[in-house]
C-alpha cells in the first residue's frame, strides 16, 4: 500500500495561520499540550495545521506531536522574520536554505558559536524538494531571496546584534522557531521547509515596524504556502 502524504503546517501566531485555516476542508480540531492543531485536506491533499507558539520550545513541541501524533510526512514552517542584510525589505519572501541557532553557545568547551550536541552540526539543511516546490509556488508574485534563516529566543530589535548574526552565519533573517523545527525534523527524517515574509529589519525601530507590518507579512507568507499545494501530487 502507498504511504499516505500528510502534510504538517506550522505558524507562531494566529495571524501566521488563520488564512490558511479558513482554505481547509473537513477540519477536525484537537489540542495537544495546549497546541491546538486543525487536520483536514487543502488542495486536495491532507494537512495538519497548527499554531505552535512562539519561540523554540513551543516549536520544537508542535513539531514533534505532529510527527508522533498525526504522522506527517513533511512539515513546512510559515510566518514572519526580521531582516537582517542590506537590500531584504518588509514584505519580501526570504525562502530557507538551512537554518542555524544563533543562540546556542559552548563556545567555552571549544565548540564554535551555533554548534549543537548530539546531533553535532551547526546548520540543518531544509528539504530540496519542499524548497523549488517553494520556489515555484512564489514565483514572481513577490520579492524573493533564499539563504539561511537564524533562530534565537530573542526578538532583535538591535542593529548591531542583527549584523553580528548575519557576518557570524552569512544569514539573511531571523526569526524564534524554525530552527528548532529544523532540528526536531533532523532528527526524525522527516522532510522540513519555511518561507518567511519580513516584517522589520530587527532594528531599533522593529518594535514600532512590527506591530504594522507583521499582519500583512503573515498573510503574504500564508499565500504563498496555499500556492505551494498546486505544486505537489496528492
Known sequence: MAEKNITGIIGAMDVEVENIAANI?????????????????????????????????????CAQIMISSFGVTEIINTGVAGGIVKGIKQNDIVIAERFVQHDVDTTPIGDPVGFVSTVNKIFFDTDEWITSRLKAAIGNKARTHTGTIATGDQFIADKKTGKKIHERFNASACDMEGGAIAQVCDLAGIPFGAVRCISDSADENAHMDYPEFAAKAAATCAAMVLEYFKYVKV
Do not use: E
Open 25 to 61: 476542508q473537513d477540519a477536525g480540531h484537537t489540542v495537544i499540550s495546549g497546541i491546538p492543531f486543525t487536520s483536514g485536506i487543502l488542495s486536495g491533499r491532507q494537512v495538519v495545521l497548527a499554531r505552535g507558539g512562539i519561540g523554540k520550545v513551543n516549536a520544537a513541541v
